[in-house]
């Protein structure tokens, strides 16, 4: 097979009626924010969650009956799991998909949902991905790669078949790339409709394979992001040429970022986007100037987030935005001083959530006590005026952050 728009339109009369057509959506806050026109394509929309069905249906499709019959062998992070276990499902093929340790568990229970075999093996997808090609080789199964392969490739190129004729006007699109399976597919069908459109990919600082493979250096890249979905260690054989070709530049984008991303969609656009799904538009904020006046198309390419990690990065936005803070206050040893304390904080307009009142141990002196309290502010300058409410009133007071705590008082 040749990866060319001819073939992704193939795949588009494949996978319709089966796989979503998913909306592309104006962003009137996020292109105030941002400085450009930018259009959201919602694959997080799609029945598993993530643009991987395109590519998993295309692919399954193609096999003939004595390797239907064999079944499939896939590794992933999980996105890609679902796909194939959800389409290998309905067409009745028996599909093992052997992912990460550490995957996050909504993703094993949905594959498992769809009655594929988990394994979990390796603490990377490309150990994994490694122990998955040795068991479809020795159960006589068909390796279906989540990215280097000609069908998944085109598969998911339907996603710029639709983007351009739902815009054709737009200039730029952002894309994430793990393996590169993804702005392949999108690059080919884009370009060829549109020679002038650009195409720009983007990373995680912590997994630069992509950026690395096409400077001519070895692959060396890891760590825990938040965005494994796209935590690729080596891009495709057959994506790397084609992004060598197609893609203008590939930005890099930090761990910070990428949470920042991700409580931008949910608060402002009310919806949900894994790591991976907010990289895109990660990218865009990280780098305003060279998209300013722009239409940009941003690929929300995923939304399956394990609800407590997202839960922690809400968080920790409220933290770094100063909305929720936690003071360190030194008190007198003294019947009444915690509830003048509640009631500076209270007068202030702030909320308290928790309160710890440490007395007992040896760094604290015998009269006096500290109290920790974490508050619910407005924003930074809320918070400084509590602060100075209770520095005004004789207190000492500390604001933490992180593991660095600074003395306001």
Not at 127 to 138: C, F, Q, T, Y
Not at 291 to 318: P, T, W
């Amino acid at each position: 097979m040749t990866i060319n728009i001819d073939a992704i339109r193939e795949a588009a009369q494949t996978i319709a009626g089966v796989v979503v057509r998913t909306p592309s959506v104006a962003a009137p806050a996020l292109s105030a924010a941002s400085g450009a026109d930018v259009v959201l394509k919602l694959e997080n929309m799609q029945i598993t969650g993530s643009f991987k069905p395109r590519g998993a249906l295309v692919k399954l499709s193609s096999l003939d009956k004595t390797e239907r019959r064999g079944g499939v062998v896939a590794a992933s992070a999980g996105n890609h799991a679902q796909g194939v276990a959800h389409h290998a499902r309905r067409l009745g093929i028996g599909a093992t998909i052997v992912m990460p340790h550490d995957t996050p568990f909504n993703k094993v229970a949905r594959t498992e949902a769809d009655q594929a075999t988990v394994v979990l093996h390796g603490e990377t997808l490309s150990e994994s991905r490694d122990h998955a090609v040795a068991l479809a080789e020795k159960q006589g199964a068909v390796f279906v790669s989540p990215y280097d392969d000609e069908r998944i490739i085109v598969g998911q190129g339907t996603i710029g078949l639709e983007m351009l004729a739902d815009d054709p006007d737009l200039e730029v699109l952002i894309i994430p790339i793990g393996g590169g399976g993804l702005i392949s597919g999108i690059a080919t069908a884009a370009t060829a409709i549109n020679p002038k459109i650009e195409i720009v990919g983007v990373q995680t600082a912590l997994y630069p394979s992509m950026v690395q493979a096409l400077a001519g250096e070895t692959p060396n890249s890891g760590g825990q992001t938040v965005a494994e979905g796209i935590a690729v260690k080596a891009p495709g054989i057959l994506t790397t040429p084609i992004v060598k070709r197609l893609v203008s530049d590939i930005l890099l984008v930090e761990e910070t970022a990428i949470e920042t991303a991700v409580q931008t969609y949910l608060q402002v656009q009310r919806i949900v986007a894994e790591g991976a799904g907010a990289a895109s538009l990660a990218a865009l904020m990280e780098n305003r100037s060279r998209f300013e006046g722009r239409r940009v198309g941003l690929v929300v390419s995923g939304g399956n987030i394990d609800a407590r990690l997202l839960s922690f990065i809400l968080l920790r936005g409220l933290a770094r935005e100063g909305r929720i803070v936690r003071l360190r206050i030194q008190i007198s040893d003294m019947p009444g001083l915690l509830a003048k304390v509640s009631s500076l904080i209270g007068d202030a307009g702030g909320n308290i959530v928790e309160v710890y009142h440490q007395r007992l141990y040896y760094d604290v002196p015998v009269k006096q006590a500290e109290l920790d309290v974490v508050v619910e502010t407005l924003d930074a300058l809320h918070v400084q005026r509590i602060v100075e409410n209770l520095t005004d009133a004789g207190f000492r007071v500390r604001q933490l952050s992180g593991t660095t705590a600074g003395d306001s008082g």
